[in-house]
Structure formats: structure tokens, C-alpha cells
């Protein structure tokens, strides 16, 4: 909302205040709200609304004797509330000194001496002045706020961006290691030696006279055939899992470009949750297996929703990372889903149950709060959770959580059900 800046003045002289609001008014009447107060605790209590409301007050006026106290002492006290607005005291003879002093603390911006008139020859050109100074550091004051709001925003992406790509490589990282051959298990080494056992014993039966035996080397050969099959299947599945995480975040690059404008980036797909599920979990098979990690998946939902079916599919994936890296001894990790009903909307509950190291008790007021992690040695950038609260909620759901310190933790996602 737009409100008309403000120019105040208090003074216990009536007569003085009229003048002054009347000589104000001719100058400055159709740029600013010119209001008048006969008391400095009431200018204070109107100072505290504008202040909350965010109205710009350019310029405060005051005489210095007051009948509740003086006009320095006024504006000692409002300095912290309102320090660019400019202060003038208005001041006889007699107390110039105290001004000057006042002057020099950097509590008022100016005073003027009794009387002011004529205004355009001694009162405007001052307040010109201090109204052209107020508007420029207002104008620095604005930008610099400004340009702190647009490098908190870049860290958020920034942060968000490091933790979503690091998310998505994960299944790809367990993939490509079994590809290159780096756990115990080499698929080239095992195939070399069924070769190796073939071929021995084809040069066996060849030298024994072959005889009825053709028929034996045909089911050696076949069974040579469907192992070397059976290896490249699992080979290239994981080459696809692989590719399909890399993939994934690329995605996740053009996407975070909108992310701190996500409230008008929601896009709506009818899909079956509990498919979706099963299609995240399948992704991260390799990295169960790789940390011996015992997994389960449990669908009951069997429910369609009408959400955003890539944010949705971000939230999982931030929830199951966290779940793998809070491993520690006894290492399991079931995904659930079901219906329930809540005040005559029916949800798919989805939860996500790990049990890993738990949360600290300090730690769960804040868990959904961004840039607050819970990861040592600074992984994380503390995004994750708070970005899948705002996802949940944006599209009218829920998540909550249940842990206990060594013990594990639950996270439950609430989603309405498409009827």
C-alpha cells in the first residue's frame, strides 16, 4: 500500500503551530501530509504506527521548551526508531547552546532560531535541504537493503542448488561404481572365469571324441549365453539409473532458476503417488545395496493426486538422502504409504521412516528452518527441509515429524487425494 509521506510538528504554542503548518502546507502541501501535535508523547505514539505501517516521515519539526519534557530530549529518544528522518528544533535565543550541542551528538540535523520569518527566505531553503538529504539516503538506505535481499536470495539458490545436485548424483555414484568395477565384485572377471571353465572343459570332451556329447556343449553354451545376458541386463540398468540421475539434475538446474519465485511456478500433473514411489525407490537400490542399507517399500495409497509431480519427487529425494546419511549402526529404511481421512479431506500419507541417528531435541524447533542443518562438518546447506515444507504446503499438505535421539525419525507427508 502507498502512503503519502509525512511531515510533523509539535509545539505547545498554538499560535506558532498554526503558522508553521500554514507556511509548510503552501510549500510542501501536495508532496507530503502535514500534521500537527501539541504534545511529544503523542507524536511518539502516532511515530510507533507509521513506523510498524512502514510510512516514510521525511521531517520532524519541534520546539525545544515542551511542557512534558524538552525537544531535544524528544528527539534523543525516537533517534534509534527513525534515523533517517531529518529533525529540526525550533529554539529562542537563550537556548541555542544546548542546540548546538545537540547538533553536534548527531540528535537533531538542524535548528532555526525565532522567529523564521519570512518562511521562503529562512524556513524553506533549510527544509529544502534536509528533505532533498532525507530522500537520497532514503534512496542508498532502500538500494543497499535491496541488493542484501538479492545476495540472500542467491545464497538461498546457491545453497538449494549444491544440495539438490548432491541429492541426485547419489544414485548415479552407486551405479557408475559398480560400472567401473570398484566394489569386489567384477562382472568382467566373473565372465572371464565361466570362459575360462568353458573352454577347459570343450577341449576336454573334444579330445575324449565328442561322440553323443555335442548336445552337452550346446546347454553349456547356451547357459555361457544367458549368464553373459543376465550380466549385461544389470549392467545396463544401472547405466540407466545412472543416466536418469545425471539427467535429473539438469533438471534441477533450469528449475532452481525459479525457485524464489516458486508460489507462481506450481505446475499440476494427476499421477498415482504410490507409482511415483516406486519409481524413486527404485532409483536408489544401488545405494541400499552398496551401504548395506536393509530397505523396505510398503504401498497402500494407491491414490491418484493432482500436484506438481517433479517438486514432489524433489521432496522424496530430499527426505531419503537424509535418511541414508543418518545411518549408523542398525541401518533400515522403509517407505510406507496409505489413506487417511482428516476433517473430510482424504490424504495420502507417505512416510519415511529411517533408523538412523535421530534428531536432538535442541534441534527440532528448527529443523524446518532454512539454512539450519543438523549434518556435521558444514554438509548441507540447511535447505533441504525448510524447502520441502514450503513445497508440501504450497500444495495444500502437511509434513510433520517424530524422532528420537539413536533411534531414528519419521517424516510423514500429508497429500490431498484427487477425488
Not at 192 to 220: C, H, M, R
Request: charge should be neutral; proline fraction near 2%.
Amino acid at each position: 500500500m502507498f502512503y503519502t509521506p509525512k511531515i510533523l510538528i509539535v509545539d505547545d504554542d498554538k499560535e506558532v503551530l498554526e503558522m508553521l503548518v500554514m507556511d509548510l502546507q503552501a510549500e510542501y502541501g501536495g508532496q507530503y501530509d502535514i500534521e500537527k501535535f501539541s504534545k511529544t508523547n503523542l507524536i511518539e505514539a502516532q511515530l510507533e504506527k507509521y513506523v510498524s505501517a512502514g510510512v516514510k516521515v521525511a521531517l520532524i519539526i519541534s520546539d525545544q521548551r515542551m511542557p512534558d519534557n524538552t525537544g531535544m530530549e524528544f528527539f534523543a529518544k525516537i533517534k534509534s526508531k527513525i534515523p533517517v528522518t531529518k529533525k529540526v528544533i525550533l529554539t529562542g535565543y537563550s537556548d541555542i547552546d544546548d542546540a548546538i550541542n545537540a547538533f553536534n551528538k548527531g540528535d537533531i540535523h538542524q535548528f532555526l532560531t525565532k522567529p523564521w520569518t519570512p518562511a521562503k527566505e529562512k524556513l524553506i531553503p533549510l527544509l529544502n535541504k534536509l528533505l532533498h538529504d532525507f530522500w537520497r539516503e532514503t534512496n542508498e538506505k532502500e538500494r543497499s537493503e535491496e541488493e542484501q535481499n538479492r545476495i540472500k536470495e542467491l545464497t538461498i539458490i546457491t545453497g538449494f542448488l549444491a544440495h539438490e545436485f548432491r541429492n541426485s548424483l547419489f544414485p548415479a555414484k552407486a551405479g557408475l561404481t559398480k560400472i567401473l568395477g570398484l566394489k569386489k565384485a567384477s562382472y568382467s572377471k566373473e565372465i572371464e572365469e565361466v570362459l575360462d571353465a568353458f573352454y577347459s572343459e570343450l577341449t576336454t570332451l573334444i579330445s575324449e571324441n565328442v561322440g553323443g556329447k555335442l548336445i552337452i556343449i550346446k546347454e553349456k553354451f547356451n547357459k555361457l549365453c544367458e549368464f553373459v545376458k543376465e550380466k549385461l541386463r544389470s549392467l545396463d540398468l544401472l547405466v540407466h539409473q545412472a543416466h536418469a540421475s545425471v539427467q535429473e539434475s539438469l533438471d534441477i538446474i533450469t528449475k532452481i532458476m525459479t525457485y524464489n519465485k516458486l508460489e507462481n511456478n506450481l505446475k499440476y500433473d494427476i499421477f498415482n503417488i504410490d507409482e511415483l514411489l516406486s519409481e524413486v525407490y527404485k532409483n536408489y537400490i544401488p545405494t541400499f545395496e552398496e551401504k548395506q542399507i536393509k530397505s523396505s517399500l510398503n504401498l497402500k495409497a494407491g491414490a491418484d493426486v493432482f500436484l506438481g509431480k517433479d517438486h514432489i519427487k524433489q521432496v522424496l529425494n530430499n527426505l531419503i538422502i537424509n535418511s541414508i546419511e543418518a545411518m549408523q549402526n542398525k541401518m533400515e529404511i522403509n517407505i510406507i504409504s496409505s489413506l487417511i481421512e482428516y476433517s473430510g479431506t482424504l490424504y495420502a500419507e507417505v512416510c519415511i521412516q529411517d533408523t538412523g541417528i535421530g534428531i536432538k531435541e535442541s534441534d527440532k524447533k528448527k529443523i524446518f528452518t532454512i539454512f539450519h542443518t543438523t549434518k556435521p562438518d558444514h554438509k548441507g546447506a540447511g535447505i533441504g527441509l525448510s524447502f520441502c515444507k514450503k513445497i508440501i504446503e504450497l500444495y495444500g499438505g502437511k509434513i510433520i515429524f517424530e524422532s528420537k535421539e539413536n533411534m531414528g525419525t519419521t517424516f510423514k507427508i500429508y497429500l490431498p487425494v484427487k477425488r
